[in-house]
């Protein structure tokens, strides 16, 4: 154990304070991976998702082909365990010619940019709302309470579906349309567990202290709601995700020059009978993200918050 | 007492109702350049006069709580405004699609339930089993596919590869069944047309799987574990201790009470349900109110996609109230 040493001015004293958060956030996070170690699924699908950060982020360095010009002498052709196929194009071509392996590399981007800005800037919302709602009450609780169940009352892939009819597709826009009805779980989750948070004793004690209202929700309640948030937050990125893709089949999603996977199952539909390649491996590339989402989800609730837990 | 306890839960919904009304209504207002602007831009040119008289037709001369006031009158009395494009009446438009897409939204229903009810009350009977792992695998693999993909797949094997089932539509083109409800399984069932209930059940199939998947995913793995728990229960127990047979104690004793927070659960899954709809007719070619939609958002026919949203909201509070009635009915427990 350390000694505390000496601390004589006021800049000490906060980098001495911070050295020691740090090292507890380090602990916890050390914790946190010995407890993933045991979930071995969740790892997994942990790591499926690393795997997929990285091709997002480095997706021009990792990929030789182009994404986006193709060579219409080589179109069609097929994944390279089948008759005709060749390593050039390890999981065959297009319609256009353009290597669906490099496109699907590069679909990784919208997905993933979409899963996480939707969510993060729901969680931000939702937060900053339930917050206010669940701590302060009142009337701007009722006003904003009524507002989500209004907005419940919409299934969440039509209000999407109807919001982008409205403002036209683009990826601006879709951020927009799935954040727009998002919130609102979140909302719930925070104004909930705020309200039952407020009557604890910790908090008594913060006040008793002179804290102000700020300091006792962003000190005090929230690092012990947050766990939920995430868990919530890693659940639903999975759904935004197909949500995404699905926008992006109906031709309502992100521009068609941008590679989604959502417009590729789409493009590869009418070549089905002849390349049936064409629509199904950016479908498995979507469907091995999301199950990896969803399990790596499922492992983080059963560890951070096994409340939330509903299944046996 | 509980009917006017219903009538009351009836009630609420009311303002419910007008506040989505409200909401879609200043969504078409989002849209950049008004509604005449777009009738025009499909019919060429027009003199500005004429341009003139259809704002004033359409009142978007008025001040907009006025047009919202309008709007909300015109909505009480199933009004819902006129195609631009296909310049029909929106109310009959989604009257003639609605039939379709409440078809296949049921027959999801069906094959989800039928799948995911004896898998989820099997799988906790023998938890741990080979059977339970499949089950709790599938399920994962049910909430994680994307619906359109899976039509796709399931036509390719079904269809292109095998051909046992039919790729499109709600039944074969060289068939004429004289319809009565719009319900193509009803009709021939009551125009006594064998052919034509054979090929409407068979159109049906795939899109309802492709539907009912992520539905019974859910389903089954809240029956599982809901089940789990009232099988460890004490009555449960007293059950056995009396002698009952085995599968008396998990079907009337345990199933009943594990029931409760299932119906809840697929309550909720309406919204998959009709949400869903929307990409599977697209998949599927099915000639529902989603693929009306879809089209209607292509040609910019804001009435007809403002009527269709206010239509399936309304459907899905509907149907959560109904959920809500059965609770009460399934545990007395509980009142509205």
Redesign the interface.
């Known amino acids: 154990m350390e000694i505390a040493p000496d601390v004589r001015t006021l800049l000490d004293r906060q980098f001495y304070l911070l050295r020691i958060r740090l090292s507890i956030w380090w602990a916890n996070f050390v914790q946190f991976l010995n407890e993933l170690r045991q979930h071995p699924l969740a790892l997994g699908g942990g790591i499926i998702i690393l795997v997929y950060i990285f091709c997002a982020l480095f997706a021009e360095q990792i990929t030789v082909q182009s994404a986006f010009r193709g060579n219409l002498r080589m179109r069609l052709q097929p994944p390279a365990w089948l008759e005709g196929g060749s390593w050039e194009f390890p999981l065959g071509t297009d319609a256009q010619g353009r290597d669906i392996l490099t496109r699907v590399i590069f679909g990784a981007r919208v997905s993933l940019m979409v899963g996480g800005l939707t969510v993060g800037i729901s969680i931000l919302i939702g937060v900053m709302l339930g917050t206010l709602a669940g701590y302060f009450r009142g009337k701007l609780d009722s006003l904003i309470s009524r507002f989500a169940d209004l907005l419940l009352a919409f299934p969440f892939l039509i209000f999407a579906i109807g919001v982008m009819a409205f403002l036209g597709p683009g990826f601006t826009n879709m951020i927009l349309a799935l954040t727009f009805k998002g919130w609102v779980e979140f909302f719930r989750l925070v104004r909930g567990e705020m309200m039952a948070e407020k009557s604890k004793e910790y908090v008594e004690a913060a006040r008793a202290t002179g804290q102000s209202h700020f300091a006792i929700i962003v000190r005090e309640i929230l690092p012990n709601i947050i766990h939920s948030v995430f868990v919530l937050g890693t659940l639903r990125m999975g759904y935004m995700i197909i949500t995404e893709a699905s926008l992006s089949f109906l031709g309502l999603g992100v521009p068609p020059s941008l590679p989604a996977w959502g417009s590729m199952v789409a493009a590869g539909r009418d070549y089905m009978l002849v390349a049936w390649w064409v629509s199904t491996i950016p479908g498995v590339a979507l469907l091995i993200l999301v199950l990896a989402i969803n399990l790596f989800g499922e492992g983080l609730r059963d560890i951070l918050d096994p409340r939330l837990k509903v299944e046996g | 007492m509980r009917v006017v306890k219903i009538l009351e839960r009836l009630l609420a919904t009311i303002p419910?109702m007008f506040?989505?009304a409200i909401?879609?209504f200043f969504?078409?207002r989002?849209?950049?350049g008004d509604p005449v602007d777009i009738m025009m831009g499909q019919g060429g040119a027009v003199s500005t006069g004429e341009i003139e008289r259809l704002r004033e037709e359409f009142n978007l001369d008025k001040p907009l709580l006025v047009q919202l006031w309008l709007f909300l009158k015109d909505a009480l009395r199933g009004d819902l405004g006129y195609s631009y494009i296909l310049k029909r009446p929106v109310t009959t438009l989604i009257a003639e699609r609605l039939p379709a897409t409440i078809e296949l939204a049921l027959g999801a229903l069906l094959v989800s339930l039928l799948f995911s009810i004896p898998v989820g009350i099997l799988s906790?009977v023998r938890q741990n089993s080979l059977l339970d792992r499949l089950t709790m695998a599938s399920s994962?693999?049910g909430?994680?596919?994307?619906?359109?993909?899976l039509g796709?797949?399931l036509?390719?094997l079904f269809s292109?590869r095998w051909g046992w089932l039919p790729v499109q539509g709600r039944i074969s083109a060289d068939l004429k069944l004289q319809q009565v409800t719009g319900f193509f399984v009803l009709d021939s069932l009551l125009t006594g047309n064998r052919q034509a209930l054979i090929s409407s059940l068979r159109h049906l199939v795939l899109p309802s799987i492709t539907l009912g998947a992520p539905v019974a995913a859910v389903v089954a793995?809240?029956l599982?574990?809901s089940m789990?728990?009232t099988l460890r229960s004490d009555y449960v127990m007293l059950a056995r201790s009396k002698g009952a047979h085995e599968w008396n104690v998990v079907l009337k004793h345990a199933l009943r009470n594990a029931l409760i927070p299932t119906v809840t659960v697929v309550g909720l899954q309406?919204?998959?349900l009709?949400?869903?709809n929307?990409?599977i007719e697209?998949v599927f070619g099915w000639p529902g109110l989603g693929r009306m939609?879809?089209d209607?958002?292509?040609n910019r026919d804001?009435p007809l996609?403002q009527g269709s949203?206010m239509v399936?909201?309304f459907t899905?509070?509907i149907a959560n109230l109904a959920v809500d009635v059965m609770y009460t009915y399934l545990n007395p427990k509980v009142s509205l």
């Open positions: 419910i506040g989505v909401i879609v969504f078409m989002l849209t950049p906790a994962f693999l909430i994680s596919m994307p619906g359109f993909w796709i797949i036509i390719l292109v793995r809240v599982r574990s789990l728990e309406v919204g998959i009709l949400g869903g929307m990409i697209a939609v879809v209607a958002i292509f804001f996609i949203v399936y909201a899905f509070v």
